[in-house]
């Protein structure tokens, strides 16, 4: 149908060409050219408007036959132009059919069409080849337009709908564009020039401003704004300038507009400047790196002159310089403090093998820099990493391993500059590593670590080769990133990338070790004191296990201190130290900025060590414990400050859990955390209160404030019952402790709480040293659990048991016999790795240093976790505490015990011998 369409065009505009010219009168010719064009843009009738020249319209008969219902049409053929009148006229005629075609396709047209999509789309190519013919072509015969005929069949196919939309949009733009011309396209060339040139400025100065969200958001949108709007009013101003023409009065809404949309860009960048001139952002220690007076001085100047400027009413031209001018260092401003960072790591270790294949040092140093600072705070007494969580997300990135790829990525960051951090580590050898960080192209911070400097203090080598160098860079990386940038608060006063690298370490690759993690702990405080993360886990480590009175005593005496610091006063901004407001600058109940966290685990910390400094009081006033007491009796009542501890701790759980934004989410995971360990000593705590006679003054309040910041925490309007269960090991634990040393409560409950928190090894190794539980677990049922039977030979060690079959085939049944054999048979024998082979002869061999007792397999495990030597000149007094502790967990009689540790001693181990030896 459309090439039939195509074809009666070409005829008609064939004919409208061949046509002969006039000869009857001057302007025929024109008249005649004028209907050809009129009825070739689909106007056929005022084709034959133009040959009728205004005349009298023909006969109703006549007119009824062209255009029933349309216009008058003249049919009397005029002699000078007779192929454009025929032209017009077959226009006509043929478009009025097919507009009744278009009508009898669409759903409720005459048979036999149906109304099926098809038909739409029969329908819609009918009408619109009549409007191609004649723009106002209507039905002859049902009196449609075949406009509203298309308009009816584009609604019922939104296809075509969309695609007509589409370009009639599309056209509106282009012809938009066109009319813009060459204004639009030195606009553009203007802005990218602008936006160069503030790519172009970052990398003037290391030192741009450490701006907080909502500043640097401010910042963001008034320099776009600034820039954009700047450099159509700069554009106006040059315009009026040169040409000496005003600017038509439609034009004042649109200018009033762009006079007070720089007046505000110009006072909030003058408020952001000002505000970084005289606020502190952190510790003192980075109070002199953070700030920036020529930034500072540059922006509210700039900021107070625009905003000035468009009060003052003056000129466009001055208007638009400084608007461009400010707008430019915002946007360079806001290019350059973006927090993102690409990682590099090149040398021996670049490419570890690994099951599933190459791990490249890359990848692993940005997951220990989300480790160290992009998760939420965690660890109930000692933070697991630091308390920052600013590396999440998208902040981190790593080069391609292809070098292509690599060139390629790196070149468009240095073009874009949305990557202002590059960080590159080199890697020597497996004990050193050197680490280089730049921003915007500029070098921001230089370190080498070496393994005999950073962890090699008195630590055995195999020990301290257990380090991750990676580690050290990560540190590095985040106090850098903390000197330039906030949400780094977290870090705790760190500020020493040596000394936070210690501590990282320390928790992490030598948690295992507890007198080489107390040793690395105590050489990052030395580096940093300002370290509270490495003081806490150096406090924890020493105080932590104390069972005596004298050492729980001098802990809580360090926690006291420790609250009193980390709760000082916030460094306060200068306005600050005005009178009315020099108490609340000064205020000691106010934490610092990230320190949250670390208060919260200290007063966890503190609540746990009155406890039990409680019962190593009561248990030092008597030799043994009361005459028939039984687990499930109360050996001692806590004191007032055991509660104190209670109620403040959640107090301020409740206060944490109510603050709202980043805070929260950072600490969210920690308040749960610390809710489910401190369990156990709410319902001490209750207990306390609904006794008679209390241990506070005010046993009613006291009880609805703990119940408040209970509700608070957890969303439960009551305290919790007996029966409430844990949800960790170490909430398990306290449960326990609090079950055993509780009137009323039943033996089982503490067991069933004891069970569970036996998935953790620490707990089960504490149990028995515990000062809360020393007199409660000489009960038979506990006896039962904690006392599991001795190893009573070789091939019963865990590790050797599933090797026993082929032990024994080939004759090995002692421990004399397999410290006798070699590894590398050993390893080919069983078919294991020539480490677990040296591991299992290790064992054999700590066996046959140790005297003959039934324990001796079990005090030989003890030896290879803690990596002992087997000579008893080189024991630690925690070795000892672990031996003596594993001797009296056994299930061994009275006389084994004694007699065990007594050769323990005759061979030189240092046993403690002030624990009496507990009944079987």
Not at 430 to 451: D, F, I, K
Not at 485 to 502: K, M, N, P, V, Y
Request: net charge neutral; with cysteine.
């Amino acid at each position: 149908m459309r090439g039939q369409l195509l074809a009666l065009v070409a005829v008609i505009a064939v004919g409208v060409v061949a046509a002969p010219p006039a000869v009857a009168a001057a302007g025929t010719d024109a008249v005649c050219a004028a209907a050809a064009a009129a009825t070739a843009d689909a106007r056929p009738g005022d084709a034959l408007a133009l040959l009728r020249g205004d005349q009298p319209p023909a006969t109703p008969a006549e007119q009824a036959r062209v255009r029933p219902q349309g216009r008058a049409v003249v049919l009397t053929e005029v002699p000078s132009c007779p192929t454009e009148h025929a032209a017009a006229i077959a226009a006509i005629e043929r478009a009025a059919g097919l507009a009744d075609s278009a009508y009898l396709w669409q759903p409720g047209g005459s048979a036999p069409y149906p109304g099926a999509d098809e038909s739409w789309g029969e329908s819609l190519d009918r009408a619109e080849q009549a409007l191609a013919l004649d723009a106002a072509a209507t039905s002859g015969k049902y009196g449609v337009s075949a406009a509203t005929l298309r308009t009816k069949a584009l609604g019922h196919l939104p296809v075509h709908a969309a695609a007509d939309s589409a370009e009639s949009w599309w056209s509106t733009l282009v012809g938009g564009v066109k009319d813009l011309g060459a204004p639009l396209l030195t606009l553009v060339g203007a802005l990218a020039a602008l936006l160069l040139a503030a790519r172009l400025l970052a990398p003037v100065t290391l030192y741009w401003p450490v701006l907080r969200s909502p500043e640097r958001f401010t910042v963001g949108v008034a320099g776009l704004l600034l820039t954009v709007v700047g450099l159509l009013v700069l554009g106006f101003g040059a315009t009026v300038t040169t040409t000496g023409v005003d600017a038509p009065g439609s034009w004042a809404g649109a200018s009033e507009l762009a006079r007070w949309l720089l007046f505000w860009c110009g006072a909030a960048t003058a408020v952001v400047a000002g505000t970084n001139t005289v606020r502190r952002h952190g510790r003192p220690a980075l109070d002199r790196r953070r700030r920036t007076p020529t930034w500072s001085a540059s922006a509210g100047l700039l900021g107070l002159g625009v905003a000035g400027l468009a009060l003052a009413g003056v000129p466009p031209l001055w208007l638009g310089l400084v608007a461009c001018a400010l707008g430019v260092l915002l946007v360079a401003t806001l290019l350059a403090t973006r927090l993102r960072l690409v990682v590099e790591v090149r040398g021996k270790r670049a490419g570890v093998p690994t099951a599933t294949g190459a791990d490249t040092g890359a990848t692993r140093l940005v997951a220990l820099l989300g480790e160290l600072a992009g998760r939420p705070s965690g660890g109930a007494q000692v933070p697991r990493g630091t308390d920052v969580d600013r590396l999440g997300g998208a902040a981190l990135a790593e080069l391609p391993a292809n070098a292509i790829l690599k060139v390629a990525m790196s070149t468009v960051q240095g073009l874009l500059g949305n990557t202002p951090w590059q960080v590159r580590v080199e890697e020597g050898d497996p004990e050193s590593l050197s680490v280089v960080m730049t921003r915007n192209g500029r070098t921001a911070a230089t370190a080498t670590y070496e393994r005999s400097t950073l962890v090699a203090f008195g630590i055995a080598k195999d020990v301290a080769s257990r380090a991750d160098l990676l580690r050290a860079a990560a540190a590095s990386v985040v106090t850098t990133l903390a000197e330039h940038h906030t949400g780094f608060e977290g870090l705790c006063g760190a500020t020493d990338a040596r000394s936070l690298a210690r501590y990282y370490v320390a928790i992490t690759d030598l948690r295992d070790d507890a007198a080489a993690r107390q040793t690395l702990l105590a050489y990052a405080t030395e580096a940093d004191p300002g370290n509270w993360l490495a003081q806490v886990a150096l406090g924890n480590a020493v105080g932590d296990r104390a069972a005596e009175v004298a050492e729980l005593e001098a802990y809580a005496r360090w926690i006291g201190w420790a609250l009193r610091e980390v709760s000082g006063p916030t460094p306060s901004p200068a306005w600050s130290r005005l009178p009315w407001l020099r108490d609340r600058a000064a205020d000691p109940g106010r934490v610092q900025r990230g320190f949250e966290g670390l208060r919260l685990r200290l007063l966890f910390n503190r609540a746990v060590t009155d406890v039990n400094l409680a019962f190593a009081r009561k248990a030092a006033t008597q030799a043994t414990p009361p005459a028939g007491t039984q687990a499930g009796t109360s050996v001692t009542t806590v004191d007032g400050a055991v509660v104190t501890d209670v109620v403040e701790l959640w107090k301020a759980l409740a206060e944490q859990a109510g603050r709202h934004g980043a805070a929260r989410r950072r600490n969210a995971h920690l308040v749960a955390e610390l809710a489910d360990a401190s369990l156990g000593m709410v319902r001490r705590a209750q207990h306390a209160l609904q006794a008679t006679p209390s241990v506070v003054c005010d046993a009613t309040a006291t009880l609805r404030e703990l119940t408040r910041a209970w509700t608070a925490v957890t969303g439960r309007a009551t305290l919790p019952s007996d029966d409430e269960p844990a949800r960790t090991p170490t909430g398990a634990y306290n449960l326990a402790c609090w079950a055993a040393t509780t009137d009323g409560i039943g033996t089982q409950v503490a067991l069933r709480h004891l069970r569970q928190s036996f998935a953790l090894q620490e707990n089960r190794e504490w149990v028995e040293q515990d000062p809360v539980l020393a007199s409660a677990v000489t009960d038979g049922a506990f006896r039962a659990l904690l006392a599991p039977a001795p190893l009573r030979e070789i091939l019963a060690v865990p590790m050797l048991a599933g090797h026993a079959a082929k032990l024994r085939a080939v004759g090995i049944e002692t421990a004399d016999g397999l410290a006798r054999g070699s590894w590398e048979d050993l390893a080919g024998h069983l078919m294991v790795s020539p480490l677990e082979a040296r591991t299992l002869i290790r064992v054999a061999v700590l066996a046959t240093s140790l005297p003959s007792s039934p324990a001796r397999f079990d005090l030989a495990l003890v030896l290879l976790r803690s990596g002992h030597t087997g000579a008893p000149a080189d024991a630690d007094a925690d070795t000892c505490q672990q031996l003596d502790a594993t001797v009296r967990r056994l299930n061994l009689t009275p006389a084994e015990v004694a007699k065990t540790i007594a050769d323990l001693m005759a061979a030189g181990w240092p046993l403690p011998v002030s624990v009496p030896l507990l009944p079987a």
